[in-house]
C-alpha cells in the first residue's frame, strides 16, 4: 500500500482566479500602506448612510405593497359581502315579502284603492 505524501504543486494559476485579477486591478494595498486614509472617512459615511436608506426604503415599499394588497383583498371581501347584503334587503323589502311577514301579525293589504279625501274651504 502507498502513503500519503504532501505533492508540492506548481502555482501557475495562483494569479488567475477572479478576487486575484481584481486585487491586482484596484490595488488597494497602496491605500493602506500607512494606515486607514481617514481623508475618505466623510465620503465613505456618506455613500454607506445611502446604501443603508437605500436597503431601509427598499423594506418599507415592500411592507407598503403587502400592506396594499391585504387591504385591497379585505375591500374586495367587504364589497361582496355588501354586494350579497344588499340583494337579501332589496328582496325582502318588496311588496309580497313585506305582506308575508306581516301577515303573522293579522296585518293584511288593502285590497281596495286609496280615495281622495275634499275638503271644503273654510270647512276647518
Do not use: W
Amino acid at each position: 500500500m502507498s502513503k500519503n505524501t504532501f505533492k508540492v504543486g506548481d502555482h501557475q494559476n495562483e494569479g488567475s482566479s477572479l478576487f486575484a485579477r481584481l486585487e491586482k486591478a484596484i490595488k488597494a494595498d497602496r491605500l493602506f500602506e500607512n494606515g486607514f486614509p481617514v481623508k475618505f472617512l466623510p465620503q465613505l459615511l456618506f455613500t454607506m448612510g445611502l446604501c443603508i436608506f437605500y436597503i431601509g426604503n427598499s423594506h418599507y415599499a415592500e411592507k407598503t405593497i403587502r400592506k396594499i394588497d391585504k387591504v385591497k383583498k379585505e375591500v374586495s371581501d367587504l364589497r361582496a359581502d355588501y354586494t350579497t347584503l344588499k340583494a337579501d334587503y332589496m328582496y325582502a323589502s318588496k311588496q309580497s315579502e313585506v305582506a308575508k311577514k306581516v301577515a303573522k301579525i293579522e296585518l293584511y293589504e288593502s285590497m281596495q284603492p286609496p280615495s281622495k279625501i275634499e275638503i271644503v274651504k273654510g270647512e276647518y
